[in-house]
């Protein structure tokens, strides 16, 4: 069952079947799990996925501007 992943630092999609193989072929960072099921990433248009790259590109920003923030109420 091939399931799909996308890398957090160059944000390629990679199709995986076992979980330890999940590490980007470009730049060896692990990958995440993407909440997209075979079938309909099989189906989705280069649109759909640019698509899904942005939203997934924005949250990963906002998830880093939420950490730094958080450490930078921690040490100051
Ligand atoms: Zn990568």
């Known amino acids: 069952m091939l399931k799909i ?3 957090p630092q160059c944000y390629n999609f990679r199709m ?4 330890p193989d999940a590490i980007c072929f470009h730049c060896g960072e692990i990958l995440e799990k993407c909440d997209i099921e075979y079938n309909a990433y099989i189906n989705m248009t280069e649109e759909d996925r640019n698509k899904y790259r942005e939203n997934y590109k924005s949250r ?11 450490l930078q109420k921690k040490f100051i």
């Open 5 to 7: 992943y996308i890398c």
């Open 16 to 19: 995986v079947s076992k979980k």
């Open 60 to 70: 990963i920003k906002l998830y880093h501007e939420k950490l730094d923030n958080m």
